[in-house]
């Protein structure tokens, strides 16, 4: 059986601000060597070039060695950049304990692995789709989950490409999917997707010509962000567990467009909250640790039958809008803007939705 869990949002207030860790880990919250992984947003523009990424890296990571953790380069760190509009730059902390109440209940549990290397050649394809679901079951197993229905959310940080990659497969006699680096990171995160949701059951596994276009194959509990960081999938996978014990419990639900604020408010029910017929923030009580949800612009440029013309506009990119608008339907269902929102969500909840995961309190 594994440890159970101990979770907690800590706000970052600059660029390299680690602060809230170290807070946690002085105040006998958490201790550095049992810390699994950290999953947060930072305050770049979310694109290949957002170094604020690297920068909050290695400012937790300083804390995690100052603190005496044995290795804190081997601690999966998921940064998600771009906290437009009202969204707060913070981080979510996972750790094991020793000091948490027994349940016979479902209770949170975490499994982090890594995926075999990543070859540039393999992302937008079958072998990409291969080795993130070896990841994905590794990480089942060391959660102790072995129920499929059991797992509420996966985090997953995956390569892109960027131009020395593209460069290094070319010298190789290899391909690339395609040679546009921006738009990788979007291939990345569905291929990715896919490779969750054939681990978990969700479907078969894809044919190459289904990788990226056809949108009625996707997870419901995906969450796949990319970046320069590394060559591999880094996976933060995050379900329930009976008998683990622990106060914190997860659920998750589908937002099926960028206003359904109705589908993140089934996520926190499904953590385990009692909530009123019509909810409000008030009721939370304070008992919901954070959500974590995917977003992309409805590929028909409509949503609730009204145009928009996100995906036409050439002065701000669809990826900061969309961003911004759910992360404001968020806030408004948590009343705190420190709120997970991450963009490009193709084979990641239903097209033009997104996957949400709830992680709540439960005492």
């Known amino acids: ?3 159970p869990i101990e979770v907690r949002k800590v706000p970052i207030e600059s660029v390299t601000d680690a602060s809230g860790l170290a807070r946690l880990i002085a105040d006998g919250v958490i201790e550095a060597d049992r810390v699994l992984a950290v999953i947060g947003k930072t305050e770049g523009n979310g694109g290949v070039n957002d170094y604020t990424r690297i920068l909050a890296d290695r400012a937790f990571r300083e804390v995690l060695a100052t603190h005496g953790h044995p290795s804190p380069e081997s ?7 771009g906290t437009d509009g009202i969204l707060s730059p913070h981080a979510t902390v996972f750790a094991t304990t020793a000091d948490a109440p027994a349940s ?3 209770r949170l549990s975490v499994g982090v692995a890594m995926s075999e290397v990543i ?20 990480a089942m197993k060391i959660a102790g989950i072995d129920d499929p229905r059991d797992v509420h959310y996966v985090q997953t940080k995956t390569p892109l490409l960027t131009l020395a990659t593209i460069t ?17 990171m979007d291939l990345s995160n569905s291929t990715t997707a896919l490779g969750i949701a054939v681990a978990l059951g969700e479907i078969e596994m894809p044919a190459a010509g289904q990788i990226h276009k056809d949108l009625s194959l996707y997870s419901s509990v995906a969450s796949c962000s990319s970046g320069v960081e590394l060559d591999r999938a880094q996976i933060v996978l995050v379900g329930n567990v009976r008998g683990i014990g622990g106060r914190y419990r997860i659920g998750h639900s589908v937002m099926k467009d960028a206003l359904d604020a109705d589908g993140i408010w089934q996520a926190i029910r499904d953590s385990g909250l009692s909530l009123p017929d019509r909810p409000h923030p008030s009721d939370l009580g304070g008992r919901l640790v954070n959500v974590f949800m995917k977003c992309e612009a409805d590929p028909s440029g409509r949503v609730r039958g009204r145009r ?7 002065d701000v990119h669809w990826h900061r809008q969309i961003k911004a608008a759910v992360g404001g339907v968020a806030a408004s269902v948590t009343g705190d803007p420190a709120v997970f929102v991450s963009v490009a969500a193709v084979h990641q909840g239903p097209s033009g939705g997104g996957p949400v995961a709830a992680i709540a309190d439960l005492g």
Request: proline content about 11%; hydrophobic content about 35%; glycine content about 8%.
């Open 1 to 3: 059986m594994p440890d």
């Open 75 to 81: 601690v999966p760190l998921v940064w998600s950049g």
């Open 104 to 106: 016979e209940e479902p």
């Open 119 to 138: 070859l540039p050649e393999d992302i937008g394809r079958p072998a990409m789709v291969e080795k993130v679901a070896a990841g994905v079951r590794e």
């Open 168 to 184: 290094d497969a070319k010298s190789r006699g290899q391909d690339t999917a395609i040679e546009e680096t921006g738009p990788s």
């Open 308 to 314: 928009n013309i996100m995906l036409d506009d050439s």
